[in-house]
T-cell receptor, first 114, second 114 residues
Framework: NAGVTQTPKFRILKIGQSMTLQCTQD?????MYWYRQDPGMGLKLIYY???????DKGEVPNGYNVSRSTTEDFPLRLELAAPSQTSVYFC?????????????FGEGSWLTVV | GNSVTQMEGPVTLSEEAFLTINCTYT??????LFWYVQYPGEGLQLLLK?????DKGSNKGFEATYRKETTSFHLEKGSVQVSDSAVYFC?????????????FGKGTTLSVSS
């Protein structure tokens, strides 16, 4: 089972460049998320989506954009890369059924901005 | 606001030692609680969860009990193995908030030596 798949796994960007992190899930989950993980800081929510066509900001949305045209895909766009965006990015998905919602994570994308 | 606090690491243990990683939370509602584990170079995997007070989550010899009176969800294992070396994240989610996205603690690194 593929689960949550994100690409690329590693990327080096120059300051000011733009790129898109791709994320797709094959579990028919309505909810999808993007997190970033910085050393010693845990994971912070960037954006989330509760269904196709619906997105909303999380805790740290500045410098990023997302779209959700299909249930399966939730790409994350960096328009003008900055060194502060050097981080590990995780896409995740879930299908809440009352309490105890379990969120499934992709394997991560390591991004370095130089 | 809602937050999770877990003990600072790293935690260094010998094989077969007893493990406790403390986790406390602050939440405006009635959260579900989770422990996720991240092995080196990988994404996050759900280790265990609990959705109501006094529930005990357990998996792979790890367990944690949802204590509403002390707002805690401490992770324990009776006898750790080298293969348990990883980063452990305590997290909570609240229904109908940010798509039930997870709020994470900063993570605790566990290193087990033989």
């Amino acid at each position: 089972n593929a689960g949550v798949t994100q690409t690329p796994k590693f990327r080096i960007l120059k300051i000011g460049q733009s790129m898109t992190l791709q994320c797709t899930q094959d579990m028919n989950h309505n909810y999808m998320y993007w997190y970033r993980q910085d050393p010693g800081m845990g994971l912070k929510l960037i954006y989330y989506s509760v269904g196709a066509g619906i997105t909303d900001k999380g805790e740290v949305p500045n410098g990023y954009n997302v779209s959700r045209s299909t249930t399966e895909d939730f790409p994350l766009r960096l328009e003008l890369a900055a060194p502060s965006q050097t981080s590990v990015y995780f896409c995740a998905s879930s299908s809440p059924t009352g309490t105890g919602n379990t969120i499934y994570f992709g394997e991560g994308s390591w991004l370095t901005v130089v | 606001g809602n937050s999770v606090t877990q003990m600072e690491g790293p935690v260094t243990l010998s094989e077969e030692a007893f493990l406790t990683i403390n986790c406390t939370y602050t939440a405006t509602g009635y959260p579900s609680l989770f422990w996720y584990v991240q092995y080196p170079g990988e994404g996050l995997q759900l280790l265990l969860k609990a959705t109501k007070a006094d529930d005990k989550g357990s998996n792979k010899g790890f367990e944690a009990t949802y204590r509403k009176e002390t707002t805690s969800f401490h992770l324990e294992k009776g006898s750790v193995q080298v293969s348990d070396s990883a980063v452990y994240f305590c997290a909570l989610s609240l229904p109908n908030q940010a798509g039930t996205a997870l709020i994470f603690g900063k993570g605790t690194t566990l290193s087990v030596s033989s």
